[in-house]
């Protein structure tokens, strides 16, 4: 094994990587006012879910609704503004790729020895640096809240970065539809939004009907989020044993695995069949 090749791989690719995070830092802060709204608007979709738990538990009082009560109904809207970060993700791919597509600096792009993975990290990424310091605020008081140990803490990281590479993964597959075929972005972008209503992101499973039972169970976003949740709520210690959550870990670790393979392979073919169109 040639050891001084490995060595000069990694450092190629985490040199490209540091340099695409850059960039991407750069483009994003380049309008200050729009770039400060980016990061604060997230956090106000869960006004009206607060406003309606509050509501909700003032009417039954100290009764439970699922594993949701007075006393830890905070965490799921605490935790659901930090999920919601992730589903911002979504469409950053599509829009980087159209907006440099119209600088035409796109085909620049792939004319170097950009690694398709490291485009596929560097957003992801720079996504997670901007909203660092509320992300860090808002997972300090979720485990200060929830008295969690450390295990736990490191648990509810680690299932939340693998959700982050997953739903980056989607926004890459369906980003590169702005490349070429702009309405196929749209149609498929519309499409997983679709499922994320169903994906119990900000409201809990008991709040829909039976009717959308189906679109829950297999909605492969929702076992990241339940995961993350029922971690905070009942310790990491807890959870790793209890027979109700295997599914979800084998779920979670399967579609972490595949999610970012496939999407990097979806991403070439529709690079090779039908280039950059537009502009």
């Known amino acids: 094994m040639n050891w001084t090749k490995i060595l000069r791989f990694v450092k190629d690719y985490l ?15 380049r309008y200050k006012v729009k770039f400060l709204f980016s990061i604060v608007v997230p956090f106000t979709t869960f006004i009206v879910p607060l406003l309606v738990f509050r509501t909700l538990f003032k009417a039954i009082g100290n009764e439970s609704f699922g594993i949701w009560n007075p006393e830890n109904y905070i965490i799921f809207i605490l935790s659901g503004m930090f999920i919601v970060i992730l589903v911002h993700l979504l469409p950053t791919y599509g829009k980087n790729f159209l907006r440099e597509k119209y600088w035409k600096t796109l085909p620049i792009i792939f004319m170097s020895p950009i690694n398709v993975y490291n485009l596929l990290l560097s957003k992801l990424l720079a996504e997670l640096i901007i909203f660092i310091i509320p992300l860090t605020f808002i997972f300090i008081l979720c485990f200060l809240i929830t008295n969690s140990s450390i295990l736990t803490i490191c648990a509810v990281i ?7 590479l997953f739903i980056a993964s989607i ?12 309405g196929g972005f749209t149609l498929l972008f519309n499409l997983v939004n679709l499922f994320l209503i169903f994906s119990c992101y900000k409201y809990p499973r008991e709040f829909f009907p039976e009717i959308f039972e189906y679109l829950i169970v297999w909605n492969p976003f929702y076992y990241y989020w339940d995961l993350i949740r029922v971690i905070l709520v009942f310790g990491f210690e807890n959870v790793i044993f209890n027979s109700n959550y295997i599914i979800h870990f084998v779920i979670i670790s399967s579609l972490s695995l595949i999610g970012p ?7 070439n073919y529709v690079y090779k069949k039908y280039g950059i169109v537009g502009y």
């Open 15 to 29: 040199f490209q990587l540091q340099a695409l995070i850059i960039k991407d830092l750069k483009l994003k802060s």
């Open 158 to 164: 680690f299932i939340y970065f693998l959700a982050a």
């Open 171 to 182: 926004g890459l597959a369906i980003g590169s539809f702005r490349m070429s075929i702009e």
């Open 261 to 267: 393979i496939l999407s990097v392979y979806f991403f």
